[in-house]
Every structure is written in structure tokens, then in C-alpha cells.
């Protein structure tokens, strides 16, 4: 059960405010809030005007729309007669142009190194494209990809992307079962991975989870192996097809399908509140819009900026902002396959001075990671190419944000602090370098076009400086248009709190001067490590382990994780408590799912706080991990001795 808006409280007190710097300002796209204003007003006054001419610069159209969007809520479509293709808009329009200007810098985390100009990045893209064509992929299938960080990730997406092809990457760490349930639950025809990918000096083994997923995986035709690690061989059989033999004398000519706005582009899964993983499923053009043009303003790009995001394409972020959003600007990417501190803990410093980055997006828990690790690593290195600072994925405190800025970025670069989410597609709350003076910990103010409202369940605005619920209130092109083959998940999810208008599971307030702070998750769902988990997807793992009855899993602050999961567990009769059963646990988890979503602290208790209907009160057991007393009403609890009991139990 979510908490209700009176219980969020905020605790922030921020006073400080950064401007913009001067040169920073005069240089960029949107130089100040006036600007800022004029283009909010003007989204707002006429959307679809305004959506409509953003559609008519940013995108290449084979055909033009003529009916900006079609909105019945909650069910919009967007630029709906047009057609165009994203591989196009990332490569193809360029062409004539940056052929030979890098798209993809690529560092492998043994440090092997490559450069990929616009134009190989093309050839290569369509002899994959052709290649899923020979293995029978056509318009409307789904692909899945399983690959570490390696430029294979982009061209891969980008094949799909060209023959009309629907691709649901899934992140490298997860599990063989993790990857089995999404192969299965996309009905995936074809699966592109690799042998394996480097991660902190070691093999990821993603073979060995493909094939052991591969037991119940009916949909898959075809895996395509690509060699990277070279530490197992493929195995043989008609299902599994080299990659290098797949596009070894492939025509590197493939005819773009020209696509309706709203085709399919990719189902990207994403924890909800409950069990099962959602699949967010994006459009075409209304996502290639969003991406484009957020990558443009937020980051304030320039022809010659370097520009590294360090996400990886498992994530959203990867999706939009390592790959479509900079190479649809035709910027240089940067793109590093492993763990930032290895084999020391100046890698990314070492990164970004080798290609002289000008703009880095990273997470805050990476940069409360580097802050453990001290200011010496970065010193050692030379920082001064960069001139602007982002990061994403949960809230990020002042404490780190001043780090980062003044560290990290010498104190020049402004910060931004985008707040978005996998449903979203591209960033929505977020300062425009040029424009907005930020404040440490802040998003600032939502983009044109975007209108996100802070209300209670009833739908009523909570005057400034109160916790609410965010909710976007108005329809944008890079919203997702569906839950894979579950639409009235969909409309449950997202537009049940209030009908019409989205919700998004988090709680924000606005200030005095109406900047927005994200006040993270108000629905079973936690952030660890700038990564969502539904606490349900790791409880019902414990649950299906045979030894266990119950579980709750909830999450406890953490200076490092931003959250710290906890799971409280209940044994089956006769099972004795053990150092060794947590441990067995904990692997368990990290086998289901990943690891991830291994709990940090395992707790064994004799029973959990349920209320007279028999459910559970996470509430109080968040108090308890956290170890305070429990607090708020207790009325509804059907046995006060549990929670006593649970309290005293922290061996
Ligand atoms: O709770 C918010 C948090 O991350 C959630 C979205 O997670 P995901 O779909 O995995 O996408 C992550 C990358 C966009 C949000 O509901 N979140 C993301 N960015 C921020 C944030 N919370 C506070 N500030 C942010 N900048």
C-alpha cells in the first residue's frame, strides 16, 4: 500500500543556487529563463503546434504526418500518418556529412579500444540487418538482446531498429531465469548475444545463462553468438549462428523500412509493485522525438562535444542516451564495457582525459562511490575538457551533487539532475544548462511541453514546500503506449490513481520558487543503486525457495546504494535459522534474478506485521530495518508481539 501524501515529509533545506556561468549561457541553445518561458508558454498555449513543427526539425520523415496526436485517454498516438525509420535519423542523414566523424568511441574493459566513424557504424548496422533478414526476421518481430557493453549493443538495436523489428534488451547481469521470462513473455524469435563481457577482471558468463535459459524458451529460433571473451566455444546445433558468419558477406546496403509513427520500436522491462516484471513498450517516432531533442537541450550539445553517458544499454538511460539520443545529434559516443574502478579507482578520470569528454552522465551512487574513494583519483587526472555534468536515476543529495560539481567538474560545469523513468523514454524534469540556475539536489523544472503536477489521491495540487504525488497530467510523444501483452496492466498502473493522468510512483515537492525535488518511490518499488526493484520480484524469489514460508522486502537508507534492500523471512516449520541459510538465500536471489537484487541484510523472524485482512505492513517493517522505532498507527495490526518481537531481532 502506498503511503498517503501526508506521510511524506521532506527533510531538505537547500538554499544554495548556481546560475548558469556566463560563457556556458551565451554559447547555448536555450540561454536563459526567459527563453525557457517563452518555449513553455508556447508548448503549453498550442501543443500540438508545438509538438508538431518539434516533430517537422528533428526527425527525417519519409512521410509527413498530418494529425499531431490522437488522444483518448489514457491511449495517445502520436505524428500519426508519418513514416520514418530510426536507424535512418541516427545514421543515414548523416551521412554525406560525418562519414568519417567518430559515432562510437569504445573502450573494453581489458582496454581494447576502437573507433567507429558514422559511416562503418552504418555498413555495419545494415550487414546485421540483412543478416536478421536471412535468419527469417521480419517487420514486427521481437529480438532480444543479451550483450555487455560493446558497440555490438548499438548495432544491434540499430539493425532492429531498420528492418521495422521490435528489440528488448536485457541487462547483462541478470539471471538465466530473468532472461527465460522475458524471452518468453516478448515471444522473441531471435536472441543476439556473446559468449560473455568483462566485469571487473572477470568473465560475465552470459552463454552459460542463454543456454541454460534456453531449456523453456519456445518462441527463440535462432541465438546468434558474438565472440568477446573467446572463454567457452559456441555450441553446435541449428540454432546458434556465429555472429561474424552471420554478417560476413552481408550486403552492407539495406533498405530502411519506413515504419508508422507508432510501430513498435523496443519492450524494455522494468520493475513494478508487483512479482512480474513490466514490459514498457515504446513507438517509433514520438520516442526518437523525445530522445533527440532532450538530448540536445539538457546536455546542451555541440558538433564537436565528446559525450559520455555511462549507463548501460540494459537500462533506459543506455537506450535513450548512449545510443538513439547522440547519434541521431551525430555526436561522438562514448562507450566503456566495464566496472568504473577497474583496475583502479581512477578508470573513468583515466576515460574521460584519453578522450578529452565534454559532457558526462553518470548516477549518483557511482559518484557518492567515488567520494568514498577520494579526491586523489580524479586529481591525478586531467578533467578540463569537461564542461557539463549530468546524472540520473535517483535522488541525488547535495552532498554529492557539490562533490561532483566541484571535483568533477573543477566547479565550471553546471549540474543536471535529470528525473525521468523507462515509461517516460526521455528526460522530463531537468535544468537547461544555460537557463536554470540549479540548486544542489534539485531536477529544477519540468521541460517544454512536459506538465507534471504534484497532487494528492484526490487530485488536488498540494500548495509549495508539501509532499504529493507526481503525476504528468498531459500526454507527451515519448511516453510509453502500453505493457507488452498485458494492456490493462497499463491502464491500471499508470492511470488508475487518477484517470486520465499519469502517475508516476513517485512523491515530489515543489519550493517557494516552484523547483521540483523527487522524494523517490511511494509504491513497493525501491531504487537500489539507481536501479528500480519491485520489493515483490525479490520476495516472491524468496518465497520459491523451498525452505522459506513468507517474506517482505523493503528497503533501509544506505550512504553508498541510496537503498539497502532487507528481506524479512519466515522459515517453513522445522527449519532452523542459520548464517548459512542466509547466505543460501541471498545466493538463491542472485540466481532468480540477478545480483543486483541480492538482499544486503537477511532478517529471520517468527512472523510478519499483517493487519486483520492479512496483509502485510511494510510500513513498519521499514522502520524496523531502518532501526527506528516503529511509528504511525498501529491500530490495524493484528499482533502488537510481532512487532515487538521483530524489533529485538537484529542478530
Ligand atoms: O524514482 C525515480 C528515480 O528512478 C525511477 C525511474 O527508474 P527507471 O525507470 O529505472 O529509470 C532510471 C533512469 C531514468 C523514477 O521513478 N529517478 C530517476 N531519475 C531521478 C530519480 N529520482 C530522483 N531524481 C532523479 N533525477
Redesign the pocket.
Known amino acids: 500500500m502506498a503511503d498517503t501524501p501526508q506521510e511524506i515529509h521532506s527533510v531538505l533545506t537547500e538554499a544554495r543556487v548556481f546560475p548558469p556561468p556566463e560563457a556556458f549561457a551565451r554559447r547555448a541553445h536555450i540561454r536563459g529563463m526567459q527563453d525557457y518561458q517563452r518555449l513553455w508558454d508556447e508548448a503549453a498555449k498550442a501543443p500540438e503546434k508545438y509538438w508538431g513543427d518539434r516533430a517537422r526539425e528533428e526527425l527525417y520523415w519519409k512521410e509527413p504526418f498530418q494529425t499531431v496526436l490522437d488522444w483518448k485517454p489514457p491511449h495517445a498516438r502520436w505524428f500519426v500518418e508519418g513514416r520514418t525509420n530510426l536507424a535512418y535519423n541516427c545514421l543515414d542523414r548523416h551521412l554525406p556529412a560525418l562519414k568519417d566523424k567518430p559515432a562510437i568511441l569504445f573502450e573494453g574493459e581489458p582496454g581494447d579500444r576502437r573507433r567507429i566513424t558514422y559511416g562503418e557504424l552504418s555498413a555495419e548496422v545494415n550487414r546485421m540487418a540483412n543478416g536478421l533478414k536471412s535468419l527469417g526476421v521480419r517487420k514486427g518481430d521481437r529480438v532480444g538482446i543479451y550483450l555487455p557493453m560493446v558497440p555490438e549493443a548499438a548495432v544491434a538495436m540499430l539493425a532492429c531498429a531498420r528492418i521495422g523489428a521490435v528489440h528488448s534488451v536485457v541487462f547483462g547481469g541478470f539471471s538465466a531465469e530473468a532472461l527465460q521470462e522475458r524471452m518468453n513473455d516478448a515471444g522473441a524469435r531471435v536472441l543476439l548475444t556473446a559468449d560473455g563481457g568483462w566485469r571487473k577482471g572477470a568473465v560475465v558468463p552470459l552463454l552459460k545463462n542463454v543456454t541454460a535459459a534456453l531449456a523453456n524458451t519456445p518462441s527463440l529460433e535462432k541465438v546468434v553468438v558474438l565472440k568477446r571473451t573467446a572463454d567457452v566455444a559456441i555450441p553446435s546445433g541449428s540454432k546458434w549462428v556465429a555472429w561474424d558468419a552471420l554478417v560476413q558477406g552481408q550486403s552492407d546496403v539495406c533498405e530502411p523500412e519506413w515504419v508508422e509513427s507508432e510501430h513498435p520500436l523496443f519492450i524494455l522491462y522494468?520493475s513494478g509493485s508487483t512479482g512480474k516484471p513490466k514490459g514498457v513498450l515504446h513507438t517509433t517516432a514520438g520516442y526518437a522525438l523525445g530522445a533527440s531533442l532532450t538530448t540536445r537541450w539538457v546536455f546542451d550539445l555541440r558538433e564537436d562535444d565528446v559525450y559520455w553517458c555511462t549507463a548501460d544499454v540494459g537500462?533506459?538511460?543506455g537506450h535513450s542516451y548512449v545510443v538513439y539520443g547522440p547519434l541521431m545529434n551525430g555526436v561522438s559516443t562514448v562507450m566503456y564495457e566495464g566496472a568504473p574502478t577497474h583496475p583502479g579507482p581512477d578508470r573513468f578520470w583515466e576515460l574521460i582525459a584519453r578522450y578529452k569528454a565534454t559532457i558526462l552522465y553518470t548516477a549518483p551512487t557511482a559518484i557518492r562511490a567515488f567520494m568514498r574513494l577520494g579526491e586523489e583519483h580524479p586529481r591525478k587526472h586531467d578533467l578540463s575538457s569537461l564542461r557539463l555534468l549530468g546524472?540520473?536515476?535517483?535522488?541525488?543529495n547535495p552532498e554529492a551533487w557539490m562533490w561532483y560539481r566541484d571535483v568533477i567538474g573543477g566547479g565550471r560545469c553546471p549540474v543536471v539532475?535529470?528525473?525521468?523513468?523507462?515509461?517516460t523514454g526521455s528526460i522530463m524534469i531537468s535544468p537547461l544548462p544555460g537557463a536554470t540556475p540549479t540548486k544542489p539536489g534539485s531536477?529544477t523544472f519540468p521541460l517544454p511541453g512536459i506538465h507534471a503536477e504534484i497532487l494528492d489521491r484526490a487530485g488536488k495540487p498540494v500548495p509549495r514546500g508539501q509532499g504529493g504525488l507526481l503525476f504528468i497530467t498531459k500526454p507527451w510523444p515519448s511516453m510509453l503506449r502500453s505493457v507488452y501483452g498485458d494492456p490493462e496492466r497499463y491502464v491500471r498502473t499508470y492511470f488508475s490513481e487518477l484517470p486520465g493522468r499519469y502517475f508516476?510512483?513517485?512523491g515530489a515537492r515543489t519550493d517557494q520558487d516552484g523547483y521540483f525535488w523527487?522524494m523517490?518511490?511511494v509504491d513497493d518499488v525501491v531504487?537500489v543503486a539507481?536501479?528500480?526493484l519491485g520489493t515483490a520480484e525479490v520476495e516472491s524469489a524468496l518465497v520459491a525457495h523451498a525452505k522459506v514460508s513468507e517474506s517482505a522486502v523493503v528497503g533501509r537508507p544506505d550512504d553508498l546504494k541510496g537503498t539497502a534492500l532487507v528481506a524479512f523471512v519466515t522459515l517453513k516449520a522445522g527449519i532452523r535459522p542459520s548464517p548459512e541459510l542466509k547466505k543460501e538465500l541471498a545466493a538463491h536471489v542472485s540466481k532468480e534474478i540477478g545480483a543486483i537484487a541480492r538482499p544486503d541484510e537477511i532478517r529471520f523472524a517468527e512472523g510478519l506485521p499483517k493487519t486483520r485482512s492479512g496483509k502485510i505492513m511494510r510500513r513498519l517493517l521499514r522502520d524496523v530495518a531502518a532501526g527506528k522505532q516503529a511509528t504511525g498507527d498501529t491500530t490495524t495490526l493484528e499482533d502488537l508481539n510481532v512487532l515487538a518481537a521483530l524489533s529485538q531481532n537484529d542478530e
Open positions: 522494468t537500462w533506459v538511460t546524472s540520473v536515476g535517483e535522488p541525488i539532475d535529470t528525473w525521468w523513468q523507462t515509461e531536477a508516476t510512483g513517485d523527487l523517490g518511490r531504487n539507481g536501479h528500480r
